[in-house]
Nanobody, 124 residues
Framework: QVRLMESGGDSVQAGGSLRLACQAA????????MSWFRQVPGKEREGLGT????????YFISSVKGRFTISRDRAENAVYLQMNDLRPEDSAMYYC?????????????????WGPGTQVTVSS
């Protein structure tokens, strides 16, 4: 059974940094595409970035590129989202996701396994 659990969300001031973790069970994060999403109430879930299966190649949307990075620790079976220079518009619930069949992409519909999310609040 695949389980994902996010942690690390917090309330920070604008310009601050946070590191979110996604602990996985039942799936090898090294062999799967792992993605981060965020969602605010009333809006669709937004894909932020992806680390591709097998390597360290990453992709980010333009609004977070250069501020956010994704990494994974195969020994810990975890994926991390490092967020720097946080802005109030980054406030959201953050989720990690993967797909058991190995699919990958920027759309939420691609993924069949999600964590419960962790809240990030950035104040100005």
């Amino acid at each position: 059974q695949v389980r994902l659990m996010e942690s690390g969300g917090d309330s920070v001031q604008a310009g601050g940094s946070l590191r979110l973790a996604c602990q996985a069970a039942g799936v090898n994060v090294g062999g799967k595409c792992m993605s981060w999403f965020r969602q605010v109430p009333g809006k669709e879930r937004e894909g932020l970035g992806t680390i591709w299966a097998g390597g360290d190649k990453t992709y980010f949307i333009s609004s977070v590129k250069g501020r956010f990075t994704i990494s994974r620790d195969r020994a810990e079976n975890a994926v991390y989202l490092q967020m720097n220079d946080l802005r109030p518009e980054d406030s959201a619930m953050y989720y990690c996701a993967t797909d058991a069949w190995g699919r990958c992409g920027p759309d939420a519909e691609v993924y069949d396994h999600w964590g419960p999310g962790t809240q990030v609040t950035v104040s100005s």
